[in-house]
């Protein structure tokens, strides 16, 4: 028999020492911490994880894998008011039911992937990814093209703007992301968008320090995932 024994008391007390570190960072840079949105990565965590985050108060999630999603949501019993964000790597073949099973698409990086989304039919909440580093094996969108995708966007029916999304390279340096952030803030400000996707678990300060408002948390709520297979 799995236990899930001690698994809730831990994330209430860990989200509840994230919510502390938002409140201070916020504090330092004179910002209402009210303004700054936690989505609790859920990814290769189990449904009693996320309903544990749910009964101590956290109501936004965020998943990378469709199908892994998909399978636990038929798992969830019925959680009120709470939203699904999809943050991960999003195949254009994959956007329909990315769509119909998550609120808000953290990830749109291409016109082809605005249509596919808009074309489902269900009204969606979208950050666009900017890609910001060189590193290859990052996804998001060109900032050249980013003029064009809000133009794709603002046409579309079904999808509302809600910011942009970036993820820095890797770096246990917190302060290696500043510039990526800073960045992804004055692209917001040139054209007028509010909303910024950005920090994690390790650089959530840094983040709040640069403007974010929608913080993607998943370690320090859920604790270390296991490796992926293979
Ligand atoms: C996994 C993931 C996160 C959360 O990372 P942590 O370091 O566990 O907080 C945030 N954003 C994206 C895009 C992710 O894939």
């Given at each position: 028999m799995p236990s899930f024994e001690g698994r809730p008391p831990a994330i209430a007390g860990r989200l509840a020492a994230v919510r502390e570190r938002i409140e201070a960072a916020a504090e330092r840079v004179g910002?209402?911490?009210?303004?700054i949105a936690v989505i609790?990565?859920?990814?290769?965590?189990?449904?009693e994880d996320i309903v544990a985050a749910y009964e101590a108060g956290q109501r936004d999630f965020g998943e990378n894998y469709v199908q892994e999603f998909a399978a636990k949501s038929e798992l969830l019993p019925p959680l009120d008011d709470a939203r699904f964000h999809f943050i991960g790597k999003l195949q254009s073949n994959k956007a329909g039911k990315a769509a119909g099973l998550?609120?808000?698409?953290?990830t749109l990086d291409s016109s082809k992937l605005a249509r596919r989304l808009d074309r489902f039919g269900k009204p969606l909440e979208v950050f666009l990814e900017v890609k910001l580093?060189?590193?290859?094996s990052k996804s998001g969108m060109?900032?050249?093209l980013l003029g064009a995708v809000l133009e794709d966007v603002a046409a579309a029916s079904n999808l509302r703007l809600a910011g942009l999304m970036t993820m820095p390279p890797?770096?246990?340096?917190?302060?290696?992301a500043r510039p990526y952030f800073r960045h992804l803030r004055e692209l917001a400000e040139r054209h007028g968008i509010g909303g910024l996707s950005m920090g994690m678990s390790h650089d959530l300060e840094v983040a709040i320090e640069e403007g974010a408002t929608h913080l993607r948390v998943g370690t320090a709520i859920f604790g270390p995932r296991d490796p992926l297979p293979g």
């Open positions: 910002r209402d911490p009210a303004s609790a990565v859920s990814k290769r965590k189990p449904v998550f609120s808000t698409i953290h580093s060189a590193e290859e060109d900032p050249g890797w770096n246990a340096d917190p302060e290696h």
